[in-house]
């Protein structure tokens, strides 16, 4: 009896609690709670594998451009099947579209849990890691200039076309006025791109005027110097913008754009492991197409009497920006155009000051002579380049006739490779060590 007295109040204290609920609730109200209860003990039974099929169809089966999704198993019976290189190529970079557009989507799907800078810095990443990719499929089949002109091509593309089009169809939206974004990190930008530039430059230099120490060897030793002092320079950057400046890809204009999970019609879809398994995914996928791609290139120019240095610095990086491409124009029609820049200029600026000096190491420990010596042509384009979206940043506002000129520029510098004819079409033997 005495255990059972102690055992009492706690037993009737919690009843009285319902009780008093109870009186305040109807009968419906009631029935409701039976029934979410049930509906979440269901999910929880139900839930992953209802998670993995949703995921599919989220991720697979929402977007009308992943029916070119099919040209990826395609491309490898063709080159089981054939050996006609320009449909293998045809193929592969087909199949490599809807890819590189789901890898943004992913990246963008991440970048709602890790907040504006962070997202930026991702889709600037992952956005990049199709040229990445082919570039070091490239060099491990010794095409060091085949690496060298798509990532060329990439930042020219970056900076020329995707930024061209996002400034032209946001200002084609946003009529009334100007789009402003923030001066401050496109200058930033801006003088990285200037400081790659640089690292580029004095290689070609020495290799064009022969005025090297040891003819071969210092040209090597400079590009590996410089490549060490990019990467340092990128990381300080890296650290500048999220520790220092961790509001730099918020926009600057209007309140409900400063915040970025505010609006309503944006959430996130897949949750955020979702998101990093699909990433996982993908590349994989990816690296898997760009090795056909690799391999075909040289015979797709044969079959299409087109120059590698054309195929490399423009089809390859139209295909490799569909992420950012898609990404910058849908971020500057909704009046967000300092994600447009974090996406088009910090792309650039990544490639320029991460990914070529990420491969020029890389060649150094795989024993491959990769440089710096990108050519003074490639290497005026670029600096003409650089130049131009200087002068067009440096306002810190846009419209769609600025997007226009950008298109334009775009325009000559495709029509100039489709010209050129590369010195080093064949990659001249150069001293590994």
Not at 97 to 108: V, W
Not at 118 to 126: K, W
């Amino acid at each position: 009896m005495g255990t059972r007295r102690t055992n009492d109040p706690p037993f009737i204290r919690i009843h009285s609690l319902e009780m008093a609920s109870l009186e305040d609730k109807s009968v419906l109200d009631f029935e409701n709670e039976i029934h979410d209860v049930r509906g979440s003990l269901f999910t929880r039974s139900d839930g992953p594998r209802n998670r993995v099929l949703d995921s599919i169809k989220i991720v697979v089966l929402s977007n009308k451009i992943n029916l070119l999704m099919v040209f990826g198993p395609l491309t490898i019976l063709l080159d089981l099947m054939s050996d006609n290189h320009g449909w293998v190529f045809v193929f592969s970079l087909l199949g490599i579209i809807p890819l590189a557009e789901r890898l943004g989507y992913a990246t963008e799907q991440l970048a709602f849990y890790t907040g504006p800078t962070v997202g930026g810095l991702l889709n600037a990443t992952f956005g990049n890691a199709t040229e990445l990719i082919i570039s070091i499929y490239a060099l491990r089949s010794g095409m060091i200039r085949v690496a060298q002109q798509s990532l060329l091509g990439s930042i020219l593309s970056n900076m020329l076309l995707v930024l061209g089009c996002a400034f032209f169809c946001g200002g084609l939206v946003i009529v009334e006025r100007e789009q402003v974004f923030d001066k401050g990190a496109a200058t930033v930008n801006s003088s990285l791109l200037l400081m790659a530039v640089m690292g580029l430059l004095f290689p070609a230099v020495l290799h064009s005027t022969r005025t090297e120490l040891q003819f071969g060897k210092s040209e090597l030793a400079l590009s590996r110097f410089s490549s060490c002092v990019m990467l340092a320079a990128y990381a300080a950057f890296l650290y500048f913008q999220l520790r220092s400046q961790k509001n730099l890809y918020v926009p600057v204009n209007g309140e409900e754009s400063q915040n970025w999970n505010a609006d309503d019609d944006e959430s996130p879809e897949i949750s955020k492991w979702e998101a990093i398994i699909w990433l996982f995914l993908l590349t994989v996928w990816i690296s898997v197409l760009s090795e056909y791609v690799v391999d075909a290139i040289e015979g797709a120019s044969t079959e299409w009497k087109l120059p590698v240095a054309f195929i490399s610095v423009i089809l390859l990086p139209i295909v490799g920006n569909a992420a950012e491409h898609a990404g910058a124009i849908m971020f500057a029609m909704k009046d967000k155009l300092d994600l447009s820049l974090g996406v088009a200029i910090g792309s650039s600026t990544q490639i320029s000051m991460f990914a070529i000096p990420f491969l020029v190491v890389a060649g150094w420990i795989m024993g491959c002579p990769m440089d710096l010596n990108f050519q003074l042509f490639e290497t005026a384009t670029l600096f003409i380049t650089v130049l131009v979206v200087a002068f067009m940043l440096q306002e810190g506002t846009s419209n769609y006739f600025k997007g226009l000129m950008l298109i334009f520029c775009y325009l000559i510098v495709a029509a100039s490779f489709f010209v050129h004819m590369d010195p080093s079409s064949v990659d001249p033997p150069k001293p590994s060590e």
